[in-house]
């Protein structure tokens, strides 16, 4: 089926260990970006990449590394997992511009991440 | 910058009542906005979207949404809620990213 796809969905570190978050959309879509939900606060952009090779940063980006090698995949790194990293992280993309952004996001279903 | 307010961080309603949850934007060009749902444990689904044109928007599960640019607003309304509606419900902006407010929670009185 087509759609976003994350692994693992459920995830416990110790702190300090570091974990790659995993993201795949097979849409073809230039936008995907990654985001944190915390109670009472939303979804927190961390980072984003427009098309291959090009990444940016969004609103919380300190901690996570990211790299677009191709269209599909978008990893997200925990270099160092810290406890104020628990959180529930979601992969989304888009199409950047015109009709199609009618789609708007098209969401993966979400990593929940403990650290310890 | 953009940003999106959500001022109900949680609202009851009765199964049959009327509902409307409010948003309010800050974005400097008219923005496309969004409004999605979040059920317990699961990912984001779009309810509906506007980005010019009927400033009164219809999406699915019987809800629907106005713009306003006056107040910046665009509130979510549903004539008769049912209690499969209770969930977490988000207001989002795409200027030149896609910003999302705090959501409100929706719970619904049998």
């Known amino acids: 089926n087509a759609g976003v796809t994350q692994t693992p969905k459920f995830q416990v570190l110790k702190t300090g260990q570091s974990m790659t978050l995993q993201c795949a959309q097979d849409?073809?879509?230039?936008?995907m970006s990654w985001y944190r939900q915390d109670p009472g606060m939303g979804l927190r952009l961390i980072h984003y990449?427009?098309?291959?090779?090009?990444?940016d940063q969004g609103e919380v980006p300190n901690g996570y590394n990211v790299s677009r090698s191709t269209t599909e995949d978008f990893p997200l790194r925990l270099l160092s997992a810290a406890p104020s990293q628990t959180s529930v992280y979601f992969c989304?993309?888009?199409?950047?511009?015109?009709?199609?952004?009618?789609?708007?996001?098209?969401f993966g279903s979400g990593t929940r991440l403990t650290v310890v | 910058a953009q940003s999106v307010t959500q001022p109900d961080i949680h609202i009851t309603v009765s199964e049959g009542a009327s509902l409307e949850l409010r948003c309010n934007y800050s974005?400097?060009?008219?923005?496309?906005l969004f409004w999605y749902v979040q059920s317990p444990g699961q990912g984001l689904q779009l309810l509906l979207k506007?980005?010019?044109?009927?400033?009164l928007v219809q999406g699915i599960k019987g809800f629907e949404a106005e713009f306003k640019r006056s107040q910046s607003s665009f509130n979510l309304r549903k004539p008769s809620v049912h209690w499969s509606d209770a969930a977490e419900y988000f207001c989002?902006?795409?200027?030149?990213?896609?910003?999302f407010g705090p959501g409100t929670r929706l719970s619904v009185l049998p």
């Open positions: 989304a993309s888009s199409r950047l511009r015109g009709t199609d952004l009618n789609y708007g996001y098209t």
């Open positions: 849409m073809n879509h230039e936008y």
């Open positions: 990449s427009v098309g291959a090779g090009i990444t």
């Open positions: 974005y400097g060009a008219t923005p496309y």
């Open positions: 506007y980005f010019s044109g009927d400033t």
């Open positions: 989002a902006t795409y200027g030149q990213n896609f910003v």
